[in-house]
T-cell receptor, first 112, second 110 residues
Framework: NAGVMQNPRHLVRRRGQEARLRCSPM?????VYWYRQLPEEGLKFMVY????????ESGMPKERFSAEFPKEGPSILRIQQVVRGDSAAYFC??????????FGQGTRLTVV | KNEVEQSPQNLTAQEGEFITINCSYS?????LHWLQQHPGGGIVSLFM???GKKKHGRLIATINIQEKHSSLHITASHPRDSAVYIC????????????FGTGTRLTIIP
C-alpha cells in the first residue's frame, strides 16, 4: 500500500505561468487536504476535498487557486498566473473518516 | 494569539537527554496530532490522540483535555531525532482539517 504520492517533488515556474500539483491519496482514503508552508513559516490549511466535492476551501486564496478531486485520478491543486509569493512547499494529506492523516513528501514550488 | 502554541521554539540537547516539547491550544478539539518534519523532507505523523497517553518506541505523547495541553517526550534522544516537531489540532468534528503550531526545532548533539 503506497503512501500519499505527490508529484512533482520540485517545480519551477516563471511568473505568469500555471502550476499543477498532483496528489494521489492512499488506497481507501477518500479525504484529501492541501496545506501550504511558506518559507520560514508554519503550515497553513488550504482546502479539504472528498471525491468530487470541495468540503472546505476557507484557506484558499480567492483568486488564481483552485483544487479538485475527481472521481477517478489524483487530486489537483492548480495555481494560475503564479507570482513569487506563491513559492512554498505544498503538502497533501489523506485519511479515512476519523482516522489519522498521512502526508505526502510535498511539492516545492519555486517561482522565478 | 495563535490557536496552537508550542514551546520551546528551539531546543538543543546532548545525545541521551530526555526531551519534552509542549503544546497548548485555545479551542475545543476532537483530536491532536504530533508531526515530525526533517529538513527538506516530508511530514510524518507520529501520533494522533484525543485522550490519555500513547507510546511508540522512544516517543511518548500525552494530552490533558481539561487543561488544553499536550506534551511530546523523547527518551534517550539521538542525533537522528533532530527535526522540527509540530503540534496540530482538529477543532471541528466532521471536518478534520489541521490547525498547526509553529513547530519546535530540535537539535541533538552527539
Amino acid at each position: 500500500n503506497a503512501g500519499v504520492m505527490q508529484n512533482p517533488r520540485h517545480l519551477v515556474r516563471r511568473r505568469g505561468q500555471e502550476a499543477r500539483l498532483r496528489c494521489s491519496p492512499m488506497k481507501g482514503h477518500s479525504h484529501v487536504y492541501w496545506y501550504r508552508q511558506l518559507p520560514e513559516e508554519g503550515l497553513k490549511f488550504m482546502v479539504y476535498l472528498q471525491k468530487e466535492n470541495i468540503i472546505d476551501e476557507s484557506g484558499m486564496p480567492k483568486e488564481r487557486f483552485s483544487a479538485e478531486f475527481p472521481k477517478e485520478g489524483p487530486s489537483i491543486l492548480r495555481i494560475q498566473q503564479v507570482v513569487r509569493g506563491d513559492s512554498a512547499a505544498y503538502f497533501c494529506a489523506s485519511s479515512r473518516q476519523g482516522e489519522t492523516a498521512f502526508f505526502g513528501q510535498g511539492t516545492r514550488l519555486t517561482v522565478v | 494569539k495563535n490557536e496552537v502554541e508550542q514551546s520551546p521554539q528551539n531546543l538543543t540537547a546532548q545525545e541521551g537527554e530526555f526531551i519534552t516539547i509542549n503544546c497548548s491550544y485555545s479551542v475545543g478539539i476532537s483530536a491532536l496530532h504530533w508531526l515530525q518534519q526533517h529538513p527538506g523532507g516530508g511530514i510524518v505523523s507520529l501520533f494522533m490522540l484525543s485522550s490519555g497517553k500513547k507510546k511508540h518506541g522512544r516517543l511518548i505523547a500525552t494530552i490533558n483535555i481539561q487543561e488544553k495541553h499536550s506534551s511530546l517526550h523523547i527518551t534517550a534522544s539521538h542525533p537522528r531525532d533532530s527535526a522540527v516537531y509540530i503540534c496540530a489540532v482538529i477543532s471541528n468534528f466532521g471536518n478534520e482539517k489541521l490547525t498547526f503550531g509553529t513547530g519546535t526545532r530540535l537539535t541533538i548533539i552527539p
